[in-house]
Each structure stands twice: as C-alpha cells, then as structure tokens.
C-alpha cells in the first residue's frame, strides 16, 4: 500500500517494522536536506518536521508506539535543523535559520542564542559540554566554525574557515566528535569557485578564539585576469563573486570589467560583479 513521503518507522534489530507513523511533512532543503532523527541515551527519540502553530516543530516521539508525546513549536520556526541530543536529555537545534536553542526532555526552553548568523548543523559533544555548529553571515559569504557552552548558551570559540580554490567554505555536514570530546570532525562545501571542492576538517574543542574577523573589503583590481584567478583574488580579499555577464570579445575568459571599482570598501562578503569574454 501507498506510504506517505513523511513516514517515520520503528524496526527491531531484526529489520521487522514495528511502526509506522506519518509525520512532518516535507523536508527542509535549507537547514537539512533529508530529516534526521535522533535518540538520547535514555531511548528517547527526537524528530524535526513541518507542523504547529509557527510552522516546524520539534517533536518528542515514543520510541515503543510511534506515538507523539510532545511537540513544541515557538516564534519564528522557519525550517529546523536536525536534532542533536545531549548525555542529560537536552536537545539541541536551529530553527528559522538564525536561532539556536536548548530545549529540555520535558519540551520546555532552556536558553536561545541569535546574533542573526545563519546557524548550520548544530551537534552537542558526547560529555555534554560544548555545542558545535557552522555560523555564516548571509548566503553567499564566507562561514566560520564556532563552540557553545551547552549549559549557557554562551559563545566559548570561532574558528574562521578559509578561502580555499577559489571560493569560500561552509560547514556542511553535522559535526562528529571523538569519543572524549574533544575533537570535533566536519565537511564543508566550497561555494563561489570554479570547481567543486570539499575538506574534512578535525578542530580541537578547547580552540582558544582566534583573531577577529575582518570589518571590510577592499575590492582588487581584476581587470584583465582570467575568470579563475580573480575569483581567488575577490574571496581572498574578503569579498564574494557576484554576477558574471558573458559577453562577445576576443579576449576569451579574461575580466573585461567589474563593478565596483577597485579600492571601493564593501563590508566582509561585499558582492563584485564581472564582465568576462567568451570569444
């Protein structure tokens, strides 16, 4: 018989269904991709899903039955993360891109943290002590890595991604720790290059902050270079690609123009767009 696309269902070690129940609609292509269940040390198990009054809702479901014992949903739930669940019974995730929250086992807050980044793939470490998670500015800027104090909320450490082929990274994936916590393990993506590139990175826990992030860009001066090597040189000046016209011209795949100017200051991530030659 037909099953709903939203399906979650409960196997024994066996591989024999034990239930099944339709829940949460479709999945959210922004904060991540495929839902993710996951379960706490006790048995509990957590899922994300459309549904509730301000429109995703985490949700507290009973491992035996399928059941739904509770579902929370606060302002704004604008898409939601996977969740993440802490040795203690908390729960960890992001919601409406920007929020990050703990949440007890009983569905009740604990604290939520915004400085209005864009906040990827939250994980809590296995001792329960550190949240880890990918913070950006905007789409299409240059991310960061940065640890929590799981109790608090506090930001403990960021460490900055760097511009690598040609474009910026992004976390990726939902970070893994090693199994004292103090080793954190993530993907990234490789984003405005001219190619596809990844990295796997490992980042120590206890990372001290590093320097802080710079306040603007100054845009270089690209005319006349390949398409390639100005992107390198707009992300390594702190600035993004923008668009790219394609116009007739003799001198195929080299910066005819760019706007703006070089020497104009943009802020960290500031868009410049180009005029290549196609021949």
């Not at 703990?102 to 604290?111: D, E, F, H, I, M």
């Not at 994980?123 to 890595?145: E, K, M």
């Not at 690598?164 to 970070?175: C, R």
Request: proline share 9%; charged share 15%; net charge neutral.
């Amino acid at each position: 018989r037909a099953v709903a696309p939203s399906t979650m269902f409960g196997l024994s070690l066996g591989w024999t269904q034990q239930w099944a129940r339709p829940l949460g609609g479709t999945d959210d292509p922004f904060m991540q991709q495929q839902r993710q269940p996951a379960t706490g040390s006790d048995g509990s198990l957590y899922l994300t899903g459309m549904g509730g009054e301000n429109g995703w809702s985490l949700f507290r479901v009973d491992p035996a039955s399928g059941g739904v014992l509770w579902q929370r949903s606060p302002w704004p739930s604008n898409g939601m993360s996977a969740p993440s669940v802490g040795p203690d019974g908390s729960v960890y995730l992001s919601r409406s891109l920007s929020y990050l929250e703990s949440v007890t086992p009983a569905g009740q807050s604990r604290w939520t943290f915004t400085d209005g980044s864009i906040v990827d793939h939250p994980a809590v470490s296995p001792d329960g002590s550190l949240v880890v998670a990918g913070v950006r500015p905007d789409f299409g800027q240059p991310g960061s890595v940065r640890g929590w104090n799981a109790a608090t909320g506090t930001v403990a450490w960021q460490v900055d991604l760097s511009n690598e082929n040609g474009g910026y990274q992004i976390l990726y994936t939902q970070p893994r720790f090693s199994a004292d916590s103090q080793t954190a393990y993530f993907g990234t993506a490789v984003l405005g290059g001219g190619d596809q590139f990844s990295f796997l990175y490992a980042v120590g826990t206890g990372s001290p902050p590093p320097p802080p992030p710079p306040t603007q860009c100054v845009v270089p001066d690209v005319v006349g270079m390949t398409l390639d090597t100005a992107r390198a040189e707009i992300v390594g000046a702190g600035c993004s690609v923008g668009t790219v016209k394609r116009v007739r011209s003799k001198q195929r795949g080299i910066v005819l123009a760019q706007s703006p100017a070089s020497g104009t200051t943009l802020s960290p991530g500031g868009r410049v767009d180009l005029t290549v030659g196609r021949g």
